[in-house]
């Protein structure tokens, strides 16, 4: 049973940042891309920011230049430092797991697709 398990959210003054952090259990988390998504009140959850297993990260355009993704594999744990942050970027912030299956060497995965509970930042003064 794969688990994920966000924090690191909170409220925060427009201008300033935050760290989110989403640890990880049960599964090869080095096999996996890691996201961020964010949901907004009254709108659809979007992606934020993801990182594959090489480190290979893409942002969406409304943070590309203050929000950075980044994963310690070796304590299975993926990171969003977000900066210069804007009342915009009030949402519930979820962390997301995922791996097509397939052969990673000589074992076959099955896919996987696993979300945390989500951690709220409010930006707000």
């Known amino acids: 049973q794969v688990h994920l398990v966000e924090s690191g959210g909170g409220l925060v003054q427009p201008g300033g940042s935050l760290r989110l952090s989403c640890a990880a259990s049960?599964?090869?988390?080095?096999?996996?891309?890691m996201n961020w998504y964010r949901q907004a009140p009254g709108k659809e959850r979007e992606l934020v920011a993801g990182?594959?297993?090489?480190?290979?990260?893409n942002y969406a355009d409304s943070v590309k230049t203050r929000f950075t993704i980044s994963r310690d594999n070796a304590k299975n744990t993926v990171y969003l430092q977000m900066n210069s942050l804007k009342p915009e970027d009030t949402a519930v912030y979820y962390c997301?797991?995922?791996?097509?299956?397939?052969?990673?060497?000589?074992?076959?995965?099955?896919?996987?697709?696993?979300w945390g509970q989500g951690t709220l930042v409010t930006v707000s003064s």
């Open positions: 990182i594959t297993p090489t480190a290979s990260t």
């Open positions: 049960g599964s090869i988390f080095s096999l996996n891309t």
């Open positions: 997301n797991a995922n791996r097509k299956s397939g052969y990673y060497g000589p074992t076959y995965y099955s896919n996987l697709e696993v």
